[in-house]
DNA sequence: GCGTCCAGGTCTACC
DNA sequence: GGTAGACCTGGACGC
């Protein structure tokens, strides 16, 4: 456990509408940047690394959707040094989508038939981007062939066994591990401790690639034209078509076994008799339907199902 | 209680 | 280049 003591706070003004709470607690429960981070009394304490060092981030809003503010407070073990400071600010805008401008997709979107209940019922939710390659790549990879239960009690271990924790300001959370702890261990190792099975090798390989150097950073792959980010994302092993859609999703339309049923349903008015076999027909009338706003059209209803089954008469299969 | 099936993919050997 | 089959584990299901 490290003890971090050093704050340095910012207010950060997103472009409006962004709110709050559906940004960094996702309607469908998807975590801002690690799994064990709390939001509580509408204050969210996570832990990530950033430019290889552990911070602990408080973030509080502090105005509304029309006029919004965000209160940061990172915390570190040492006095951060100027460029750091900096080089937070900026990491924070980004990792928040504070830039996003959502006009351009929500004009889009006004126009679909099942967009537009999705931008009334979530006015303002920004997506985000982890800074942290190798801990979203985990998360795709635990994602692989087991049912939802099965990916969080894997990924819970991993954080439990091998992630930093970080304790400030009356918290304590967890960072995803760095590559460099993950490839001290032997693969059979991390199979029989965290009941990974298959998916242990290629973490391992994983956390050696990524290890290795010369890999880009979450905030060089966001620089890079989509296509290619997605390309760079393939050449780790253990990434294919669907994680790398997971790990850097503005290129992708990730649908797998669970989101074809949900897309089939929504474009064709029924789940496919085979969901596996339909997942690229899917895939290619989503990217076709949608264009550039592939991703945020799909991640505006997959955080939005439940409303979505009510507002179209469809019953959408929920987690 | 026991056996079988299969799940929010990827990789590889084989053709 | 295209594609079947293997890959861990554990919960659901049928008997």
Known sequence: ??????????ILRPKAPYSFELTVRKP????????????????????????GR????KLVSGGDT????????????????????????????????TNEDLGGFYAMARRDS????TIDDLRGMHDTHPSDVFGSAILAVCLQMAPIKRSEAMM????????EEAEFEGERVRAWPLPGTISRLMPEELARVCRLGYRARRIVELANALLDGGFPTMEELARLPPEEAKEKLMELPGIGN?????????????????????????????????????VETIKAEGIRRWGKW???????????????????????RLQ
């Not at 552990?54 to 981030?57: A, E, K, P, T």
């Not at 099942?114 to 209940?117: D, E, F």
């Not at 989101?259 to 596996?276: C, I, N, Q, T």
């Not at 592939?294 to 019953?315: C, H, P, T």
Request: proline share 5%; hydrophobic share 45%; glycine share 8%.
């Open 242 to 278: 669907y994680s790398a859609d997971i790990v850097s999703p503005k290129a992708g339309f990730p649908i797998d076994v669970w989101s074809a049923d949900v897309f089939g349903k929504l474009f064709y008015g029924k789940e496919p008799e085979d969901a596996r076999a339909a």
């Open 1 to 10: 456990m490290v003890r971090l003591t050093r704050r340095c706070t910012f």
């Open 54 to 57: 552990l911070v602990g981030l």
């Open 294 to 316: 592939s991703w945020m059209a799909f991640f505006y209803i997959a955080q939005d199902l439940e409303n979505l089954s009510r507002k179209l008469g469809v019953q959408l």
């Open 114 to 117: 099942i967009l537009r209940h």
């Open 28 to 51: 469908a429960g998807w975590n801002l940047f690690t799994p064990s981070e709390i939001y509580e009394g509408g204050a969210l304490s996570t832990a990530l690394h950033i430019d």
């Open 156 to 163: 819970a271990c991993i954080m439990a066994r091998y992630g």
């Open 66 to 97: 029309d006029s919004p503010r965000i209160l940061a407070t990172a915390v570190l073990e040492r006095e951060p040094e100027p460029s750091l400071k900096r080089n937070l600010r900026r990491s924070l805008e980004d990792m928040l989508g």
